[in-house]
C-alpha cells in the first residue's frame, strides 16, 4: 500500500501563510523535498525530469482543494510549478492520459469513488493522491478495495496525509472553510450528531493547523461551551498522535520535552478557542479600518473583490464595467495599509504616485522619451539608456496597476460609505453607551439611511452594549421603530436570549485620551483623494469626476485606541503582568491543557478535575503557575465566526507590544516583565463572515427557530 507521511515543516521564522505555501510547493514538485535556502515562490522551481524538462501535470482538487490553493497562489504560480491545467473533480473531464495527475481533495467516500473512476478509465498516467486531512482507516480500506477491485494499482504513485484542510487569507489569518458553525451551535434544532460532527470537524481542522505550525501548543479555553469540548478532543487526539507514533510523530523534530507549568515565556505557542458568544459586537460593527471596509462593503471573499468602474469607450462617452480583484500580502500597499484607518489610505495613494510619477519622469528624461508610453515605441533614444530603461518597465507598470486598483478600490468604498452614511454610524458606535433615546430613534428613523441592515447593527451593538435592561414600554418603541425602518426583527429576537451571557463574557474598555475621535467634515479628511482629482490622474479613466462630491460631507475620525474583548484576553494569557485586573479575572480559570505533559495536569487535592460539557473528565485546572505563564506566539481561534475588526485589532496590539507600549499590569511594572518584547498572534476562525451576512443570516436563522 502507499505509503502516507506528513508534509516537511518550514523553518520556525515563517508565517503560517509561508508554511501553507511550503507545503503546497511540496505537493506540486510530487511531494519531493524542496530546497531549504527559501520559502518565496519566486525563487522556488519545478522539479524536472531525466531530460532536464520541468514535468507537466494536471490539478484536480474539490471545492476546499480549491479554496485552500486559490487564497495563496495565483494561476501563474501554479503554471511555474508545471501545472498546465486546473479543474475540479466533481466538473466534467477529458482524458489526458500522457501526463500525471495531482489530487488535492478532502478524504471523503464520493471523491475516493471520483478518483478509482478516473484511474479506471485511465484519463491520467499517474496518479499523485494528496488529502487535505488524515484519511479514516475505514475509507483508506475502501479506496484500496476499489483499487484492487479494477486493477489500478499500477496507475497510484503516491497517497498522502498534506494536513492542509485549512484556509489562509493573510500572513497570520487562516479560516476552517466552515459555514453556519454558530447556527449548528447554537440552535436547538440541530440534531446531536451534526453538531458532533461539526465539532469533530473543527478537531480535525485544528489539527492539521498545528501541523502546519509544527508546534504542539499549550490550549486554553473558557468552561461550559464548545470551545472547551473543542479543546478537550483537541488534547486527546495530539496525545494519542504522540503515545502512538513515539519518535516518529509528526512533531519529533520541532519540539524538545518542556516542563509542564513553568512560569517563564515559553517558547511553545499557546492555543487559545473561544466561543464566537464571548462578544458579538466586533462581527457586527461599522469599522473604519481599510481592510475592514473592504470586507464589509465589497464583501470581500478569499481575497477577492468585484468593483464597479467607469471607463472611456472610443468615440467619446463612458460606460461602467466590473473588475475582479485579489488582496493578498504579495500587494505592498495592502499589506501595508490594511489595517490602516480608510482615510490615511488617501495620503499614502497620493504619497505612492507621486512617487511613481517622479522615478517614471526620470526614466524618460534619460531616454529621452516624452511618457513611458512613448517610450515603449521609440527607437531613436540611446541604447544604453533604452536598455536601462525597458529594464524598469515592467517594475513601473506593476507599480501602476497597483496604485489603480487601490484607487478603484478606494473610490467605491466612498461610494458605499456616502450612500450608507457609515461614517455616521461608526462615529455613534466609537462612543454607543452614551447615546441618548431620541438619539438612537433619530438614527433608526433617518430616511438618508436607507440600509436597514446597518440600523439592525447599530441597535443590536448598543443594546448588547448598555448596561441595563430598556424598558419594556422602550423597547417596545424601538422595535416599531425598526420595523417601520423595513428592519426583520429576527436577529433581535436571538439577541435578547444570549445578552446575558454576552454581557458576563464581554470586557469593558474605556477610551484612551491618548488618541480620540474627531469629527471635522470631508475636506482635510480626504484631501488625498482630492489632489488625486486635481491633479495626477485628471484625465484618467478610473476615477469618476464626481469623486469630490462623494468627499463632500463625509466626516474625518481618528479611530479611539482601544482593545476588543478577545485583545484582553489574549493579552491576559500571554502577558499576564501587563492585563488589567478586570481581565485576568476573566481568564482566571480558563482550561489549560498541554498535551505534551503527563496526564493529570491539576495539582493533587486542587478539586479542579471535572466532568467536561461532554460528560468525559477534563484534567484542564491551571495551577497558579500555569495561569501566569507568558508567551510570545498565540493562535487565537472563534469558534463559530471571525471578522477583520478582531484581527486589526490583535494585530495592532501585537505592534504596539513590539514598540514597548505595555502599559501598567496589575502587578505595577510598567509594560509588565517583557516590555517591547515582539509577540505574533495568528488569528482565525470556522469561517471569516461579514457582518451583513452573520446577522441576516446564521443570526436571523437562530430568531426565527424561537
Not at 519529533?252 to 513553568?262: I, V
Not at 485628471?538 to 474583548?565: C, E, G, M, Q, Y
Not at 488569528?683 to 452573520?694: K, N
Amino acid at each position: 500500500m502507499p505509503p502516507k507521511l506528513p508534509p516537511t515543516v518550514a523553518p520556525t521564522h515563517t508565517t503560517l501563510r509561508d508554511r501553507q505555501v511550503a507545503s503546497i510547493e511540496k505537493i506540486l514538485n510530487l511531494n519531493h523535498d524542496r530546497p531549504a535556502a527559501s520559502v518565496e515562490l519566486s525563487i522556488a522551481s519545478p522539479i524536472l525530469n531525466e531530460e532536464g524538462e520541468p514535468i507537466w501535470k494536471v490539478l484536480v482538487f474539490d471545492n476546499l482543494g480549491r479554496d485552500v490553493i486559490s487564497s495563496v497562489l495565483r494561476v501563474q504560480d501554479l503554471r511555474n510549478f508545471g501545472v498546465t491545467i486546473h479543474l475540479n473533480i466533481n466538473s466534467p473531464r477529458h482524458p489526458i492520459p500522457d501526463v500525471p495527475v495531482i489530487y488535492l481533495v478532502e478524504p471523503t467516500s464520493e471523491n475516493i469513488k471520483l478518483i478509482s473512476s478516473d484511474l479506471q478509465r485511465s484519463l491520467y498516467q499517474t496518479a499523485y493522491v494528496n488529502f487535505l486531512s488524515s484519511i479514516p482507516r475505514a475509507l483508506l480500506e475502501e479506496f484500496a478495495a476499489q483499487t484492487a477491485q479494477h486493477a489500478t494499482s499500477d496507475k497510484i504513485a503516491q497517497v498522502y496525509d498534506q494536513y492542509l484542510n485549512f484556509i489562509v487569507s493573510e500572513p497570520d489569518l487562516f479560516s476552517l472553510g466552515m459555514k453556519d458553525v454558530y447556527y449548528t451551535l447554537n440552535s436547538a434544532q440541530v440534531k446531536e450528531e451534526v453538531i458532533e460532527s461539526c465539532i469533530e470537524r473543527i478537531v480535525g481542522g485544528l489539527f492539521s493547523l498545528v501541523v502546519t505550525l509544527g508546534q504542539i501548543p499549550i490550549i486554553r479555553c473558557p468552561k461550559d461551551n464548545a470551545a472547551a469540548i473543542i479543546a478537550q478532543k483537541l488534547d486527546r487526539k495530539l496525545r494519542d498522535h504522540i503515545l502512538n507514533s513515539r519518535d516518529n510523530n509528526l512533531f519529533s523534530k520541532s519540539n524538545a520535552p518542556t516542563t509542564a507549568g513553568h512560569s517563564t515565556l515559553s517558547s511553545r505557542p499557546v492555543l487559545i478557542i473561544l466561543d464566537r458568544n464571548i462578544d458579538l459586537i466586533p462581527m457586527l460593527s461599522h469599522s473604519w479600518t481599510y481592510q475592514s471596509l473592504v470586507h464589509d462593503v465589497l464583501d470581500m471573499r478569499l481575497n477577492r473583490i468585484t468593483v464597479e468602474t467607469i471607463e472611456d469607450v472610443p468615440g467619446g462617452g463612458q460606460r461602467i464595467s466590473k473588475k475582479s480583484y485579489d488582496l493578498n500580502s504579495n500587494d505592498s500597499f495592502w499589506a501595508k495599509n490594511a489595517g490602516v484607518p480608510f482615510p490615511q489610505v488617501a495620503e499614502d495613494i497620493d504619497v505612492e504616485l507621486t512617487k511613481y510619477k517622479e522615478d517614471a519622469d526620470a526614466i524618460t528624461r534619460k531616454a529621452g522619451a516624452a511618457s513611458i508610453e512613448d517610450l515603449q515605441n521609440d527607437v531613436s533614444a540611446s541604447a544604453q539608456h533604452l536598455k536601462a530603461a525597458i529594464t524598469q518597465l515592467p517594475e513601473l507598470r506593476d507599480r501602476k496597476a497597483t496604485l489603480d486598483m487601490h484607487m478603484n478600490i478606494a473610490t467605491a468604498l466612498l461610494k458605499g460609505i456616502k450612500d450608507r452614511g457609515l461614517d455616521t454610524f461608526y462615529q455613534a458606535e466609537e462612543n454607543i453607551t452614551k447615546q441618548t433615546k431620541a438619539q438612537i430613534l433619530e438614527m433608526i428613523n433617518d430616511p438618508e439611511r436607507k440600509n436597514a441592515n446597518d440600523k439592525m447593527r447599530f441597535f443590536v451593538i448598543w443594546y448588547l452594549s448598555v448596561e441595563q435592561d430598556p424598558s419594556r414600554n422602550d423597547m417596545a418603541e424601538y422595535e416599531a421603530a425598526l420595523k417601520q425602518a423595513g428592519c426583520d426583527l429576527a436577529p433581535l429576537n436571538y439577541v435578547k436570549k444570549v445578552r446575558e451571557i454576552t454581557r458576563m463574557t464581554m470586557i469593558t474598555t474605556t477610551q484612551s485620551t491618548q488618541q480620540t475621535s474627531t469629527t471635522s467634515t470631508g475636506g482635510d479628511l480626504f484631501k488625498g483623494f482630492s489632489s488625486l482629482v486635481s491633479t495626477r490622474l485628471a484625465s484618467s479613466t478610473l476615477v469618476p469626476s464626481t469623486l469630490d462630491n462623494l468627499i463632500s460631507n463625509v466626516k474625518n475620525f481618528l479611530p479611539a485606541n482601544r482593545d476588543l474583548t478577545v485583545t484582553k484576553i489574549v493579552e491576559s494569557l500571554m502577558d499576564p503582568t501587563s492585563s488589567s485586573s478586570s481581565a485576568l479575572q476573566k481568564t482566571e480559570n480558563y482550561l489549560y491543557f498541554d498535551p505534551r505533559s503527563p496526564r493529570g495536569t491539576v495539582p493533587p487535592g486542587s478539586g479542579l478535575a471535572g466532568l467536561g460539557p461532554d460528560g468525559k473528565p477534563i484534567h484542564g485546572g491551571p495551577s497558579f503557575g500555569q495561569r501566569r505563564q507568558g508567551f510570545t506566539e498565540a493562535v487565537v481561534v472563534m469558534v463559530g465566526g471571525g471578522c477583520m475588526e478582531e484581527y486589526g485589532n490583535l494585530q495592532e496590539w501585537a505592534r504596539k507590544k513590539a514598540q514597548g507600549g505595555g502599559g501598567v499590569g496589575v502587578s505595577g511594572i510598567v509594560g509588565g516583565q517583557s516590555a517591547g518584547l515582539r509577540r505574533r498572534v495568528v488569528y482565525g476562525a470556522t469561517e471569516l463572515i461579514s457582518p451583513e451576512r452573520f446577522l441576516g443570516g446564521e443570526v436571523k436563522r437562530l430568531g426565527e427557530d424561537g
